[in-house]
């Protein structure tokens, strides 16, 4: 009966890890660029009021993929 639990256990515990490993992948997709206030329009959306020249973008090994 001992083992039947500690099966259990371990296979509870490996998909929990899985989940949690999932949703923190996941959690990181998203639009890049600043988060825009409520109620911006479209043409304003993202858009920086620095001085600073804009950095290149840099590629990234999967960008193919996306």
Same mark, same amino acid.
């Given at each position: 009966?001992? !083992?039947?639990?500690?099966n259990s256990l371990? !296979?509870?515990?490996?998909?929990?890890?899985?989940?949690?490993?999932?949703?923190?992948?996941?959690?990181?997709?998203? !639009?890049?660029?600043?988060?825009?206030?409520?109620?911006?329009?479209?043409?304003?959306?993202?858009? !920086?009021?620095?001085?600073?020249?804009?950095?290149?973008?840099?590629?990234?090994?999967?960008?193919?993929?996306?």
């Amino acid at each position: 009966m001992d !083992r039947v639990m500690v099966n259990s256990l371990k !296979r509870t515990t490996l998909t929990l890890s899985l989940l949690l490993a999932a949703s923190l992948a996941l959690s990181a997709c998203g !639009r890049k660029g600043d988060l825009d206030p409520p109620n911006t329009p479209v043409d304003q959306q993202n858009k !920086r009021d620095s001085k600073v020249a804009p950095v290149a973008d840099k590629p990234f090994l999967l960008d193919p993929l996306l």
